[in-house]
């Protein structure tokens, strides 16, 4: 039984970090640290962007989990690594760590979904300006921002393709950004557009897959490489017809 038990500890540890975007190495050497600190010294940890194999010996049956979402919230990336470090001091017996690990799962996440519109609209009109957008543009940007963050969530919920739901998003962005220019609410559509996109774009994603790949986990820093990849080619798939239409 408390081997079963550290199972599922250390695959539930894993899926949460793999799910709230953690690294591959990150997620297998916390895995492999919290078997240890419970004296299983030959834990063997494998990850991918959509599994996890864990065995807690060499010659013991591998446990597989599937991961099927993915989504940004560094904050339980960080919850985790607060509870491996407090197993490895012995603090945390494996019962009173599986019960943090699922108040930890069972999270909504660390802020609310208004909040992550409102921020995501005040970067995009930050960024407009970054790329040397005018003040006429600031204020366009930020609702179109807004907007479009919103429409690639709203999409997500019901297409779970994330492809497509930000090639929809990048759509209805830049028709809108045309429409405020037509009407003369901002003068440069293309700040506009470049400064919306920005909430879409990968970032962490691209920055993992580097991340991976220089530790040697190429197979993992290849998938996300072409994960970004495949999301920057949905955003300008999705800018592009757009302004195929209007001009």
Not at 139 to 157: C, D, L, Q, R
Not at 214 to 234: E, N, P, Q, W, Y
Request: charge should be negative; include cysteine; proline fraction near 2%.
């Amino acid at each position: 039984m408390e081997r079963e038990a550290i199972k599922r500890v250390c695959l539930l540890a894993g899926k949460i970090m793999l799910e709230s975007g953690a690294e591959t190495y990150r997620v297998e050497d916390t895995m492999v640290r919290i078997a240890k600190a419970f004296e299983m010294e030959n834990a063997q940890a494998y990850a991918t962007p959509t599994a996890i194999t864990f065995a807690i010996d060499m010659t013991e049956t591998a446990n597989f989990i599937r991961i099927d979402e993915r989504f940004t919230d560094l904050e339980k990336v960080s919850e985790v690594n607060s509870i491996s470090r407090y197993i490895s001091s012995g603090e945390l017996s494996v019962t009173e760590a599986e019960n943090k690990l699922k108040e930890i799962s069972a999270e909504s996440g660390s802020f609310s979904e208004l909040l992550k519109y409102l921020v995501a609209a005040i970067v995009s009109g930050c960024f407009t300006i970054m790329f040397e957008g005018s003040w006429y543009e600031f204020m366009p940007a930020i609702i179109v921002g807004g907007v479009g963050y919103y429409a690639m969530n709203s999409f997500n919920k019901y297409l779970k393709i994330r492809f497509f739901a930000e090639f929809l998003a990048s759509i209805i962005l830049t028709l809108l950004a045309f429409l405020f220019v037509t009407i003369g609410f901002g003068f440069d559509i293309d700040k506009i557009i470049i400064g919306s996109v920005m909430p879409l774009v990968p970032g962490l994603l691209i920055t993992n897959a580097v991340r991976d790949l220089m530790a040697g986990h190429l197979v993992s820093g290849i998938t996300k490489v072409a994960d970004a990849t495949l999301t920057a080619f949905a955003i300008g798939a999705g800018v592009a017809i757009a302004l195929l239409l209007v001009y």
